[in-house]
C-alpha cells in the first residue's frame, strides 16, 4: 500500500480535528477558507487510507471521581501465557491501558481508581489472574505532560 500523502491543508484539517474531534466541518472550511465538502472528501479519504480512526472524547476523571493513577507491571510465570492473562486484564473496566514489554515486566498497564482503596481492589484483581506471578506498582503523583498535538505537529514536519 503506498503512503498517503499528507498536504497543508490536510495538516490544519488535522490539527484543528486533534484540539476538538466535534469541530463541525463547517467550522474547519470558515477557518481555512475552502468548502465544507473538501473538508468532508479530505476526512473521508484520511479515513479510507487508516490515518483517522474513529474519534474520541477527553473526559475530566478527577471529576468523574477517579483521580488516582497507577501503573503496573505484571510479571508472568512464563511468556506463553501473555494472551491469556491479557484477555483476563481487558475485563478489568479500570485498566485503561496495557503493554506487552520487554525488559523488567511481561506487561505494563495503567489503571485509573477513585482512590487507594480502590485501586488495591483493581490491582489484587490482576495479581489474582491465573498465570501471573506478581505485580509491581507506581503510584502517579501528577499527569504532567499529556499532549498528543505536539507529537502530531513532529510528525507532520518530518513528513
Same mark, same amino acid.
Given at each position: 500500500m503506498a503512503k498517503f500523502k499528507l498536504d497543508e491543508v490536510? /495538516?490544519? !484539517?488535522?490539527?484543528?480535528?486533534?484540539?476538538?474531534? *466535534?469541530i463541525p466541518f463547517t467550522d474547519i472550511a470558515k477557518k481555512l477558507l475552502i468548502s465544507a465538502g473538501t473538508v468532508h472528501v479530505r476526512v473521508k479519504k484520511m479515513e479510507e487510507a487508516g490515518i483517522i480512526r474513529g474519534s474520541s472524547l477527553?473526559?475530566?476523571? +478527577? +471529576?468523574?471521581?477517579?483521580?488516582? !493513577?497507577a501503573y503496573v507491571g505484571v510479571f508472568l510465570q512464563n511468556t506463553s501465557q501473555t494472551k491469556f492473562v491479557l484477555e483476563r486484564i481487558d475485563s478489568i473496566p479500570y485498566v485503561t491501558v496495557a503493554h506487552i514489554t520487554t525488559g523488567k515486566f511481561n506487561i505494563f498497564?495503567? !489503571? *485509573?481508581?477513585?482512590?487507594?482503596?480502590h485501586a488495591k481492589e483493581i490491582i489484587f484483581s490482576i495479581d489474582d489472574i491465573d498465570g501471573v506471578y506478581r505485580t509491581e506498582t507506581m503510584i502517579s503523583l501528577e499527569e504532567s505532560i499529556?499532549?498528543? +498535538? *505536539?507529537?502530531? /505537529?513532529?510528525?507532520?514536519?518530518?513528513?
Open positions: 490536510d /495538516h490544519q !484539517i488535522l490539527d484543528m480535528l486533534i484540539d476538538n474531534t *466535534r477527553t473526559l475530566d476523571y +478527577k +471529576k468523574l471521581g477517579y483521580s488516582f !493513577i498497564c495503567k !489503571i *485509573r481508581a477513585k482512590d487507594t482503596m499529556n499532549d498528543k +498535538k *505536539r507529537l502530531m /505537529h513532529t510528525i507532520f514536519n518530518e513528513l
